[in-house]
């Protein structure tokens, strides 16, 4: 479809006078800037309109069937308490609801949803049987799964007619697709790692929630028949459709366009340009950091050992926060004492700081590095007469570092360094690791070798998957029965070629030249399959996605594809390349990021 959107952003701006594109200066990247038809500061759009959001179906009750129980006995629910009850119910085969915080969380919130009556029954969620929900719901997912392709086809039309009407919108005249336009169900939250606020109860997001963003001259959403909108604006200094605020971490939400569209595209290709320019002046911010390592000012200190430790590592910046609204995540601007350890020697390196915290996400990061003898040397002075609980670097927080950071370049943050090191570290690694002789599975073997090095610098984890041991074994049962018939074709062709020796005549030989493209083709497939297997084993801990879809520069990717002929498609699935199609049009193979 987004082929057909004018292959992304750019047979769109020429159709279009709003976005015709003008080439200052021509390089492996591309044209060097977009220029639109000149907006004032700041504005965005001049048209909007769209439907608003698609708001989650109301619920539906239990059939009379389906029984809840209070300490062994069936007990009827109030609606509202009995949708609650059902959040619950289908997470019970889930690790959260093992969890204490959990557990405590989620019967704090619903009994404030009960009645008063209930309140009294239900005191005690150990006394509380969910399993015949928990069935019913487990039931109803096999029966969808069993549908009949036909039934499956009516389903699939009624999406498509809810997306048609409001996963699109009119933007400056262009039919745009709209990102994420349906609201979130309530539900339990869950949150990363052992988030304080898990088991809580998401509250169903209702119109009186939500603003609603389009231009005055636009037709405005009507919301459902009985209902208003908590606020309609005309702001064409953001992108945003609608919003409204979560109830769980009162953040605010927002319903926005598809990464395929004009501004989003437009908003990536920025920032990877912004890294781009980073190159050339990192070696001069470089140096000036590791100048202020002498400083007589505490807090340039402070400053230059942050930094370096976000240059050369790539750690987030990190985000000062109330206390108990999140988990206990920081970055490197909010890094205590207790959060590294010191060794003048370890496994036989100098100067080795341990880091050992948890990042974004709840997930940890632990890293032993060893760092420049200024760097210990600052350390063990931010550390001297402070608590393990107190600031390692006390004179600092990110909005000091981004500050002192825009003075060195426009538009450079602590997250630009993020982005370049991830970037610059694909293209390094795939120079160094593809063979143009290996064939399209090897290639993409480096590929991914490539891109776990920057999930590594990233500190981009994931569990391990739980069907990944079952995964693992079906792969290696295909790999055991490909090497049987890999045998069984080489025996075959022995015998072929044998019966030619005897024979000399052109049917005997046509065979063997037949058992021969045979045994070259299983052996092939052999050999994809074991890649497959060595892939599957390296990437079970890292998480590839996250770096790929927003810390690199996808023109490396699409470069390095045209260079050595890798279908794009092996890299980024269909909507990938839609949110990536200017990148797509844009890098030939000889781009350089």
Partial sequence: ??????????????????????????????????????????????????????????????PDDVQFYYDGKPLKLSLATEEIATFYAKMLDHEYTTKEIFQNNFFNDWRKEMTLMEQKIITDLDKCDFREIHKYFVDKSEARKALSKEEKQKLKEEADKIQEEYGYCILDGHREKIGNFKTEPPGLFRG??????????????MPEDVIINCSKNSKIPKPPE?????????????TWLASWTENIQNTLKYIMLNPSSKLKGEKDWHKYEVARRLKDVVQKIRAQYRADWKSKEMKNRQ???????????????GNEKEEGETADTVGCCSLRVEHIKLHRELDGQEHVVEFDFLGKDS?????????????????????????????????????????????????LTAKVFRTYNASITLQEQLKALTNPDDNVAGKLLSYNRANRAVA???NHQRSIPKTFEKSMQNLQAKIDAKKQQVEEAQKELKNAEDEFEDTKDDKAKANVEKKKKLLKRLEEQLAKLNVQATDKEENKQIALGTSKLNYLDPRISVAWCKKFGVPIEKIYNKTQREKFAWAIDMADEDFEF
């Fill in 1 to 62: 479809m987004y082929r057909r959107l004018a292959s992304s952003l750019l047979s769109r701006r020429v159709r279009h006078p709003q976005f015709a594109p003008v080439c200052l200066r021509q390089d492996s990247g591309g044209c060097d800037r977009w220029e639109e038809e000149k907006k004032e500061d700041g504005v965005k759009w001049t048209q909007l309109e769209h439907r608003g959001p698609y708001f989650a179906p109301l619920y539906e009750p239990l």
């Fill in 192 to 205: 990363r790692g052992d988030h304080p606020k898990m088991g809580m109860l998401k509250k169903r997001i």
């Fill in 226 to 238: 009985g209902h208003k909108w908590k606020e309609v604006r005309f702001d064409n200094t953001v």
């Fill in 303 to 317: 400053r230059a050992v942050a930094l370096y430790f976000i240059d050369k590592l790539a750690l987030r910046a």
């Fill in 363 to 411: 997930i940890r990061y632990y890293n032993k590095v060893s760092v420049e003898k200024p760097v210990f040397k600052n350390l063990k002075m931010f550390m001297r007469n402070k608590d393990p609980a107190d600031d390692l670097f006390d004179q600092l927080n990110t909005s000091i570092l981004n500050k002192h950071l825009q003075k060195l370049m426009d538009g």
């Fill in 456 to 458: 590594i610098l990233c």
